[in-house]
T-cell receptor, first 113, second 113 residues
Framework: DAKTTQPNSMESNEEEPVHLPCNHS???????IHWYRQLPSQGPEYVIHGLTSNVNNRMASLAIAEDRKSSTLILHRATLRDAAVYYCILRDGWGGSQGNLIFGKGTKLSVKP | NAGVTQTPKFQVLKTGQSMTLQCAQD?????MSWYRQDPGMGLRLIHYSVGAGITDQGEVPNGYNVSRSTTEDFPLRLLSAAPSQTSVYFC????????????FGPGTRLTVT
């Protein structure tokens, strides 16, 4: 699986939008972009994923660059409960080990009241 | 629907002892996996299974055994515990190969003295 690059940490104010960037310059055509988050002392939680088009769900939006070399996770209104480590992960949709996720260190998001 | 459950939540072992970490899911997912997370790090894949009777190694398999006799259960065995295996262990199951949405258990915190 291709590697991703994320900032180590980011800060946000409560009720403001948050844009979490991810660079994946070596992404292949069959790689899906996944985002997970891990709240303190919990297991990771699925947030969103996409291939080429922007995606929205109840938790967040995923904006994917046209060349797919970068993406941005958007939390529209940050709450204190969104404070977590956010992982951007590429996963090959056609590989034999299809379920495997390769986690980096992620971005630690702090939310200030 | 309990999702992914793990037992025990905490465990302390002495060097050389063996034990089994239990993982069960009630979502009828074929794909399950085990990860470990060391302090300040992302998750690393230990072993995974694409269905009952089929297992394979991940990134860090040494010192661990797995078997998959049923769809629901995927136990992880530590053969002879070492201090380097002190970590938090997460079990996960995958909803679908193309979506790759993984559901994680709450984790087992293991300390080896």
């Amino acid at each position: 699986d291709a590697k991703t690059t994320q900032p180590n940490s980011m800060e946000s104010n409560e009720e403001e939008p948050v844009h979490l960037p991810c660079n994946h310059s070596t992404i292949s055509g069959t790689d899906y972009i996944h985002w997970y988050r891990q709240l303190p002392s919990q297991g990771p939680e699925y947030v969103i994923h996409g291939l080429t088009s922007n995606v929205n769900n109840r938790m967040a939006s995923l904006a994917i660059a046209e060349d797919r070399k970068s993406s941005t996770l958007i939390l529209h209104r940050a709450t204190l409960r969104d404070a977590a480590v956010y992982y951007c992960i590429l996963r090959d949709g056609w590989g034999g080990s299809q379920g495997n996720l390769i986690f980096g260190k992620g971005t630690k998001l702090s939310v200030k009241p | 629907n309990a999702g992914v459950t793990q037992t025990p939540k905490f465990q302390v072992l002495k060097t050389g002892q063996s034990m089994t970490l239990q993982c069960a899911q009630d979502m009828n997912h074929e794909y399950m996996s085990w990860y470990r997370q060391d302090p300040g790090m992302g998750l690393r894949l230990i072993h995974y299974s694409v269905g009952a009777g089929i297992t394979d190694q991940g990134e860090v398999p040494n010192g661990y055994n797995v078997s998959r006799s049923t769809t629901e259960d995927f136990p992880l065995r530590l053969l002879s515990a070492a201090p380097s295996q002190t970590s938090v262990y997460f079990c996960a199951s995958v909803a679908g190969f193309l979506t790759g949405e993984q559901y994680f258990g709450p984790g087992t915190r293991l300390t080896v003295t």
